[in-house]
Each structure stands twice: as structure tokens, then as C-alpha cells.
């Protein structure tokens, strides 16, 4: 029996070069080092390092993030209406959501997935089909708490998915952070890679 190697490191000599590990890559390019990987509905690329000196023998390499469908911009928006009926600005609790790709419709539903809140925090219920299967993990911040926290990092270590925080949700002016995390490796992107249409009401801290 042949057992598939979950990691892999390999050079890459040609461009579009195909992602074969189950869980991810590190390929070495013309201009740096980068993890990659693929999912039915996602195929992402980080750098983790770039060369002084590019090795013109192999090809060259870019990070990107590449949904096969974008993620409609309602979604957004409800989790957004969701989020504010779940808590009030003078006692705030955080509150978890899971956007997911449907198998035979190819569209995209969302579900809140809170095993606990509290004000700075919030657990997944890991059970939930919803949770494991997630293209989209994102959840609510106290309000001015603008970055990805430590906690954050350890919750988000070891997934291939999106992730993404909802700040100062009732302001008039709620904000959003994504990033993509590919096992321990995370990088921020503008909502626009990942969004279909305009998200009304919600200002990008990325972009």
C-alpha cells in the first residue's frame, strides 16, 4: 500500500506547475521559497522568502489566492446583520461563523458555529460539519481590536482556509481583516480577491 506524502518540497521548473500534496508544498522558485495549496474550492500561494539572486533555471512564482467561485458579497452582509442582532455595544461577546461552499449547488451558505462567547473571545464548535468543512472562518473583535491576535494565530494554526475578523460591528462604520492561513502560515488580503460584488457598509482594512 502506498501512503501519500502529506508534505512536499520540490522545485519548480515550469509555470501553472500542478499543487499534488494533500496538505501543501514548499516549492522553490526562480525568486524565493513558497508554500502552496489546493482544496476543492481554493487553491492559495505564500512566499516565505525571497531571493537576493533569482536562479534563472526554474520559473517563476507568485503569491495568490484563487477561489473557483468567489464568495457573494451578501454573505458578508448578513453575517455582518447577524453579529449585531447577537450582541448589544454595551455588552459585547464575540461570536464565530463558518462560510461554506454547498457540494452539488456550488454556492456558498454561511452558519454562526459558537460554542461559548465572552468579550474577547469566542470556541468553535468543532463537532459542526460546518466548522471542519469551512472555506471562510470569521469571527466578530471587541471593538477597536483591529489586528489578528496571538490567540487568534493558535486557534488558526494547522487549517487550510480563509479567516477573517468583523471590527466595531455597530459603528457606522464596521470594518473587515482577511487573510488566507495555510497551515501556520498566514497572509493578509484585500477582500476584493475573495468577494463577489460591492460589500456594502464594510470598510477593508486590507486594501
Known sequence: MNIP???????LFAQNQPITAPLYE????????????????????LK??????KIPELAVEEARVELA???PALIFAEILAHARNSTDATNFTENLYAVCRD?????????????????????????DTAYQQAVLEIH???PGCREFSASDNRDESGKFRLFGILVDIHSGQPL???????????????????AEGQIENLTDLVK
Open 103 to 127: 457540494n452539488e449547488s456550488g454556492g456558498y451558505f454561511w452558519k454562526e458555529i459558537s460554542h461559548s462567547r465572552s468579550f474577547g473571545s469566542t470556541i468553535a464548535r468543532d463537532d
Open 176 to 194: 473587515l481583516r482577511l487573510r488566507v492561513g495555510i497551515y501556520d502560515s498566514f497572509w493578509e488580503i484585500p477582500v476584493e480577491t475573495i
Open 5 to 11: 506524502q502529506l508534505v512536499t518540497r520540490k522545485f
Open 140 to 142: 466578530t473583535h471587541p
Open 26 to 45: 514548499i516549492s522553490i522558485a526562480q525568486n524565493g521559497v513558497f508554500k502552496r495549496a489546493r482544496r476543492r474550492e481554493m487553491t492559495a500561494v
Open 69 to 71: 467561485e468567489k464568495i
Open 48 to 53: 516565505l522568502s525571497a531571493f537576493a539572486v
